[in-house]
C-alpha cells in the first residue's frame, strides 16, 4: 500500500538556496589547517548537514589540525562570522527549480517544514522573494533549522522534530537532501528521501539510500508525487524535423 506524502521537510543550504557556507567553511580555515584540502568533494563528505561543531571538529580532525577538538570552536566561531557577513552581503541566492517544486509542493496542499543543521536558514529565505511578493520563508509552515538536538544528522532527530511539528507521521514525509549525512537522516527517520546532485555527486546520494536521485527538481514527476510515488517525469519525446 502506498501511502499519500501530506509533508515536505527541505534542508536548506545546496537545496533552496546556493549558501556561501561552503566558502566560509574555507576560508575559516586558514590558521588551523590547509584550506587546499576542504574541496567540495570533502565538504559534502564531512561537514554538509553536520552541526557546526560537529563539521568544524569533523574538518579539522580529518585535515590534519592540531589538536582538532581542543580549536573546533574556535574554528566553528571563525566561520559563523564570516557566514554571517556573506548573507548580510546578500551572498547567495535561491535555486530557481527548488523555489518552483517548494510553490508546487505548497499548492498541492502539502505542509512544508524547514530542518537544516543552520541557524542561517530563516535569514537568507526571508531574503528570497516570490512573484506575488511572499517570501520564501513564508511558505514554510515550521522551521526546525539550527534547532538544538543530541546529534545531527545522519541521526533522524532534527527530521523526527520536523514531522512532529507539522503533526504528520514520517512515512508519509518527503525529505528533500543534497548531502549524504541528510539522506541518511531521512531513511532512518522512516521517510522518503530525495536526493537533488548539483555537484555531481548522485553517486554519492544513491550509496547514502535516496529513494531517487536527480539534477534538477524540476524533473520529478508532480503527477506521481499527488498519488504518494516518488519518480522522475518521463523524459519529452524526440521531435521529428519537418
Known amino acids: 500500500m502506498v501511502l499519500a506524502l501530506l509533508a515536505g521537510i527541505f534542508d536548506v543550504d545546496g537545496v533552496l538556496v546556493n549558501s556561501p557556507h561552503e566558502q566560509a567553511w574555507r576560508e575559516a580555515l586558514a590558521g588551523f589547517a590547509d584550506p587546499a584540502g576542504f574541496t567540495t568533494v570533502f565538504y559534502q563528505s564531512h561537514v554538509a548537514g553536520k552541526p557546526r561543531l560537529e563539521g568544524a571538529h569533523a574538518a579539522l ?3 590534519g589540525g592540531v ?27 535561491a535555486f530557481p527549480d527548488a523555489v518552483g517544486f517548494a510553490v508546487a509542493l505548497h499548492r498541492a496542499g502539502l505542509k512544508l517544514a524547514l530542518a537544516s543543521s543552520s541557524r542561517n536558514a530563516a535569514a537568507m529565505l526571508r ?11 513564508s511558505l514554510f509552515d515550521a522551521d526546525l533549522s539550527g534547532r538544538d538536538v543530541p546529534r545531527g544528522k545522519p541521526d533522524p532527530t532534527l527530521f523526527l522534530l520536523a514531522a512532529e511539528a507539522l503533526s504528520v ?3 508519509q514525509c518527503l525529505v528533500v537532501e543534497d548531502a549524504p549525512a541528510g539522506i541518511q537522516a531521512g531513511r532512518n527517520a522512516g521517510m522518503v528521501s530525495l536526493g537533488i546532485a548539483r555537484l555531481g555527486d548522485e553517486e554519492l546520494l544513491r550509496k547514502a539510500g535516496a529513494d531517487l536521485v536527480v539534477t534538477s527538481l524540476e524533473r520529478i514527476d508532480m503527477a506521481a508525487l499527488a498519488r504518494g510515488i516518488l519518480r522522475s517525469a518521463p523524459a519529452p519525446a524526440n521531435v521529428p524535423d519537418a
Do not use: C, H, M, N
Not at 76 to 92: C, P
Not at 127 to 137: E, K, N, S
Open 67 to 93: 589538536e582538532a577538538a581542543a580549536r573546533a570552536a574556535e574554528y566553528a566561531a571563525v566561520k559563523q562570522t564570516l557566514i554571517d557577513r556573506l548573507i548580510e552581503e546578500g551572498r547567495f541566492e
Open 169 to 171: 507521521a514520517p512515512a
Open 127 to 137: 531574503r528570497v522573494y516570490l512573484p506575488d511578493g511572499r517570501t520564501l520563508l
Open 61 to 63: 580532525e580529518r585535515l
